[in-house]
């Protein structure tokens, strides 16, 4: 089974900074893309940055400039660094994978909160 693990969430001041990482696990098969979302209580879920299998990443306009999202080990990790942070990037942060068969797996969820 595929396992998503985030870590690295916490509380930080606001124009702090943190890192957030995802240990990917229990896939064989080719990926289409990785990346982060998040969510803050009662609203929708917020893409942030994914990269594709070409190494190729994007960001959502609200963290451009901000965040940057790296890969390594083979694509088993997937890191999320989160600099100037604002009080409204306060949610939880999920890490997600979608495979080239459309199936989509995310971990459970790290909590940062800022202010």
């Known amino acids: 089974d595929v396992q998503l693990v985030e870590s690295g969430g916490g509380s930080v001041q606001a124009g702090g900074s943190l890192r957030l990482s995802c240990a990917v696990s229990?896939?064989?098969?080719?990926?289409?893309?990785m990346g982060w979302f998040r969510q803050r209580p009662g609203e929708e879920r917020e893409g942030l940055a994914a990269i594709d299998s070409d190494g190729r990443t994007s960001y959502a306009d609200s963290v451009k400039g901000r965040f940057i999202l790296t890969q390594d080990n083979a694509k088993a990790t997937l890191h999320l660094q989160m600099n100037s942070l604002k009080v409204e990037d306060t949610a939880v942060y999920y890490c997600?994978?979608?495979?080239?068969?459309?199936?989509?797996?995310r971990g459970q969820g790290t909590q940062v909160t800022v202010s």
């Open positions: 229990g896939y064989t098969y080719s990926t289409y893309c």
């Open positions: 997600f994978v979608i495979f080239d068969s459309g199936y989509v797996s």
